[in-house]
């Protein structure tokens, strides 16, 4: 597979202190390629001086360009807005505070050229990586892939190499409520993989929260599957069922003459009644949101300054 030109697409948010160190790293690995390198930087609405750090580097290097959105409109979709400015025969998306190794890369390309479309990355963590982060990711990969009709690999990242055939049909799913790992194992292709030892980071405080984990989460078995709707069905049933055994124990017993006790067992009926009614109402309000972002039909991104043009 002949290659002219490598795109690497960078999303930041907050990266002020560790852009230049990203970028010397990538630096020594283009300058082994044999090919040539284009590297674009998109800042996600950063509230440091990120983009200005950009600016700089796409000032000194005429193959780096930057991308300031309008507002932190979220990773998945900051990594989008660099896909469809990259014009690389291959293209490689990685993180911005080198946790994703770029000494990886060539490890990359070699996959790919031994014919694969997609080379995903499979994190292994160290010791560094605490108990609750290694069960609680654990078991997200769990759901999804029990939930899900689309497999995700277990410990994956939003560092890969894809084709350019690849992220043409990756970036043609305008979806709002993205799910970037999802997505690129539903389009399918010949999808190889690659181990590689996660760096902790160069400096600064992850902004991946466990507020933003859960909401990842959520977001990503939502988007892939349906199957939480016929979960809440079947809950429905089998309460609805339990229900009318338990009235008909009740009415058997009233008519029979029989006490029938009564104050604890009706509260504790009511208090898990009502939560599962709740719990099926916020499953489907979390469809419904996603149906109504759709049919909003806003844009997905809004740039605010492109090194390109300030050029």
Known sequence: MSISKLSVVIPCYNEESNIQELFRELREVGDQLIFSLEVILVDDGSKDRTYEEIEKISIANNFVSGISLSRNFGHQIALLAGLEKSTGDIIIMMDGDLQHPPKVIPE?????????????????????????KKKTSKLFYTLINKLSDTK??????????????TVDAFISIQEHDRFTRGLVSWIGFNQGIVAYKANPRFSGKSSYTLKKMIKLAINGITTMSSKPLRISLYLGLMFFVTGVLYATFILYNYFSGLNVAGWTSILITILILGGIQLLIMSIIGEYVSRIFNETKARPLYLIKKNTNDES
């Not at 390309?109 to 994190?123: A, L």
């Not at 995700?152 to 055939?165: H, I, K, Q």
Request: net charge negative; aromatic share 16%; hydrophobic share 35%.
């Open 152 to 165: 995700v690999e277990p410990f994956g990242a939003d560092f890969r190499l894809m084709s350019r055939e």
């Open 108 to 132: 990359l390309i070699q996959k790919y050229e031994e014919g694969y479309d997609i080379v995903n990355t499979k994190r292994i963590d160290d010791e560094s990586t605490s108990f609750f």
